[in-house]
């Protein structure tokens, strides 16, 4: 007896079931934080920037010397020296004078704008003159405009992108604490199946599952063992699954999951622990089960390529963010669908779609694979789902669209 969810019901079930666990903390580098998640915040420990520093080249001065000054009555100002890239702004600003600052250059006490070049001329005396007005705060950032000392700087929980290794590098953050990545382990099984370099003989095929999983277990944050590949031999996938879950967080295993003679996934699962759902109410990827052994999550997809997709974005992205405590963003973006997509009695019918920019407007192309060929899908950009109690959408509807996460 398959005890079926709906798509959203099988979501819920994981995070509650796994909601708790969370991978330990490990330090790296900023070299290797990339793509970590945060195990705790960053805050900052100095302030940045550390000085006051000059945003033009031109020169550094105290507002009130140029109150009034134009083009044709310029502020006349002494010259009173000159700040060199990387070196402090030895001595304080007098009245009535200017000192020369580069672009991010330290601007010196009692100066409190900076006059662009472009709004000076030179004299050759000693003096310059001002043509324009400067207001107090003009062209310079204050010490610590950007963060001070104790300012949380990026949550826990936030996965490391490219402008936080920069915020971190200013930060003096040489070594990060992030969450150890989930590792997941990988297993197909089907009498059929042949590894990638083996040609398929008659009434074979390659294992798609396998590589196409660990690159979106890997995209989403994990690392993944070296995939098992095994026939239908339920004492062989017993020992498999029980070995993967004593030395993983997340096992995955595709095909055998539904309810025929040869799926063994259930009978497996329902002797090595406790099966929390079989079947979700959505096409392609109902036969798909979620088990736990050993404390361990694992998910039991339908081996059909299309439908493991599916599934696995459905409930391992979620189940591997929950591991490190990341918060998950959905993009979704609307577009005019280009042809119909009928829906399917009873349950949530899933489709990918290629997106296609046509006269400014986005234009979802669904894309019409029979759930076997996974081929149909590649270079697809996102899917989307016509819910289980709606009639089917008519070509130049307007849906939602899911992009498929990278991250
Ligand atoms: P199953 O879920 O075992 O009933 O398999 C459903 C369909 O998916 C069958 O046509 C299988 O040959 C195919 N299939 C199962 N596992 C894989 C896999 N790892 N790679 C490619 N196709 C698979
Ligand atoms: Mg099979």
Not at 73 to 96: F, I, K, T, W
Not at 246 to 268: F, I, P, Q, T
Request: charged share 20%; aromatic share 4%.
């Amino acid at each position: 007896m398959l005890h079926v969810v709906t798509p959203e019901q099988a979501v819920e079930t994981v995070l509650r079931e796994f909601g708790g666990r969370r991978t330990g903390e490990e330090q790296v580098t900023l070299a290797a934080a990339a793509g970590r998640v945060l195990a705790r915040p960053v805050a900052a420990a100095e302030f940045v920037p550390g000085f006051d520093r000059s945003t033009v080249d031109g020169w550094a001065v105290r507002a009130a010397d140029t109150f009034g000054c134009s083009d044709s009555l310029p502020a006349l100002l002494d010259m009173a020296g000159q700040v060199q890239m990387g070196e402090n702004a030895a001595a304080p600003l007098s009245p009535g004078s200017g000192v020369k600052v580069p672009t991010g250059g330290a601007v010196p006490p009692g100066a409190d704008a900076v006059v662009m070049a472009e709004y000076t001329e030179e004299y050759g005396d000693g003096t310059f003159g001002v043509l324009k007005p400067a207001a107090p705060g003009e062209n310079l950032i204050y010490r610590g405009d950007d963060v001070a000392p104790g300012q949380e700087v990026l949550p826990a929980g936030r996965r490391i992108g490219p402008a936080d290794i920069g915020a971190l590098a200013a930060l003096g953050a040489a070594r990060v604490w992030v969450r150890r990545r989930p590792v997941v382990g990988i297993l197909s099984t089907g009498d059929e199946l042949v590894p990638l370099r083996q040609k398929p003989g008659p009434g074979q095929v390659r294992d798609v599952n396998a590589h196409m999983l660990a690159a979106a277990a890997a995209a989403w944050g994990a690392r993944c063992l070296p995939p098992v590949l095994l026939p239908d031999r339920e004492e062989q996938l017993e020992e498999a699954v029980d070995r993967l879950a004593s030395r993983c967080d997340v096992v995955v295993l595709s095909g055998g999951s539904s309810v025929g003679e040869k799926d063994a996934a259930a009978r497996v699962l329902n002797r090595l622990g406790e099966i929390l759902f079989h079947g979700i109410a959505m096409k392609p990827g109902k036969p798909t089960l979620l088990a736990r052994v050993r404390e361990v999550p694992v998910l039991g997809l339908p081996g059909h390529p299309v439908a493991a997709f599916f599934t696995a974005h459905l409930l391992l992205r979620p189940l591997l963010a929950q591991l490190t405590g990341r918060r998950l963003e959905t993009i979704r973006v609307t577009a005019r669908l280009s042809g119909p997509v009928p829906a399917n009695h009873g349950r949530a019918q899933y489709a990918g779609v290629f997106l296609r920019r046509e006269e400014g407007e986005l234009v979802a192309v669904p894309a019409h694979s029979k759930s076997g060929l996974i081929t149909t899908l590649a270079g697809s950009d996102g899917y989307l789902c016509v819910p289980r109690d709606c009639e089917g959408f008519p070509a130049g509807q307007q849906v939602e669209v899911t992009l498929y996460s990278m991250d």
